[in-house]
């Protein structure tokens, strides 16, 4: 779960320098092991997504993962698109989001709003342009080991505190059945949404069939490179 700063300045087409200078004063969580930084994948995630640095999704396979790993397409098709969500605060948009998510038995839907405004609390899961991931630390444990994420077009834009300052009506929430979901589904999501045409689609409330489509081609082409 660990990469060392050659690996990650090698897999992103940085230098040394750069990634080192992200550790001592941009806030990249990293631990000391023999004099020499290690860095999660799991708070390289994170700290990255709350940065608005795109990360190629492969750095957080883990080379010994054998088993299949949800697309996004998948998950979506598991969680849903729904459109002209009504709230005007975060707390009042993430609570209509967690009433349409698929989430597991015995899973208290005021807990899981709790952990999410908690997670914000942290930090804003807004990346710009109007579009936020909100997420928890540790996965959301899903029905029948099940992947799934929604998507929500807001009614009305809301102030999710990004940092480019615009109000937020695309809204991206995952369930996971563990952290290996977790973190591959959120880095290949985070990775989807740098795509400007994609993000046009989005702004401008494209159709089920629209969304599907585009995503599935990004993944494909994702695959193919």
Not at 22 to 47: F, T
Request: with cysteine; aromatic share 6%; net charge negative.
């Amino acid at each position: 779960m660990f990469l060392k700063v050659t690996d990650l300045a090698a897999a992103i087409g940085v230098d040394e320098k750069t990634v080192l200078s992200w550790i001592k004063s941009k806030g990249l969580p990293a631990h000391k092991h023999d004099d020499r930084y290690r860095i999660n994948r799991v708070d390289l995630l994170e700290w990255a997504t709350n940065q608005g640095i795109t990360i190629p999704p492969d750095i957080f396979v883990l080379h010994n993962e054998t088993s299949h790993l949800a697309t996004v397409t998948e998950a979506l098709l598991t969680g849903g698109i729904f459109y002209d969500l009504f709230g005007d605060t975060p707390e009042t948009a993430l609570r209509e989001v967690v009433s349409r998510l698929h989430l597991p038995t015995g899973l208290d839907p005021e807990f899981l709003l709790q952990t999410l405004l908690a997670r914000e609390a942290l930090g804003s899961t807004a990346l710009g342009n109007g579009i936020a991931i909100p997420h928890v630390r540790n996965p959301i444990v899903g029905q029948a080991g099940e992947s799934a994420i929604s998507l929500c077009f807001l009614k009305n834009p809301i102030d999710f505190d990004a940092v480019d300052g615009q109000p937020v009506t695309i809204l991206f929430t995952l369930v996971t059945p563990n952290v290996k979901e977790h973190l591959h589904l959120l880095a290949k999501l985070a990775f989807l949404l740098h795509d400007q045409p994609f993000q046009e689609l989005l702004h401008r409330t494209g159709s089920e069939a629209e969304i599907m489509t585009a995503i599935r081609a990004l993944e494909e082409s994702i695959i193919k490179k």
